[in-house]
Nanobody, 121 residues
Framework: QVQLVESGGGLVQAGGSLRLSCAAS????????MGWYRQAPGKQRELVAT???????NYADSVKGRFTISRDNAKNTVYLQMNSLKPEDTAAYSC???????????????WGQGTLGTVSS
């Protein structure tokens, strides 16, 4: 079984920065794509950014140029550097990983519990 634990959320003023981390632990053979998603109050969850095991990234249009996703494969950890934050970035941020526990295992998906990022105006 694999678990994801996020950290780094908090309260910041508009224009400020936050850096989120998400570490995977457990029975891991390989982690494929990892990503960050967010859900603002009263809204549906939306994709923020994803990164493949080879480092190919994808961003939501709303965060392009402000957020940077990266990962450390040796540590099974994904990061989200968030700069120039806006009040509309306030949300619960969750990480997601697509992984395999053994060479023969099917791909599975796991979610973290989330960390809250609040941006004040």
């Amino acid at each position: 079984q694999v678990q994801l634990v996020e950290s780094g959320g908090g309260l910041v003023q508009a224009g400020g920065s936050l850096r989120l981390s998400c570490a995977a632990s457990g029975s891991i053979f390989r982690i494929n794509a990892m990503g960050w998603y967010r859900q603002a109050p009263g809204k549906q969850r939306e994709l923020v950014a994803t990164i493949t095991s080879g480092g190919i990234t994808n961003y939501a249009d709303s965060v392009k140029g402000r957020f940077t996703i990266s990962r450390d494969n040796a540590k099974n950890t994904v990061y989200l550097q968030m700069n120039s934050l806006k009040p509309e970035d306030t949300a619960a941020y969750s990480c997601n990983a697509d992984y395999r526990s053994t060479y023969y295992s099917p791909n599975r998906e796991v979610w973290g519990q989330g960390t809250l990022g609040t941006v004040s105006s």
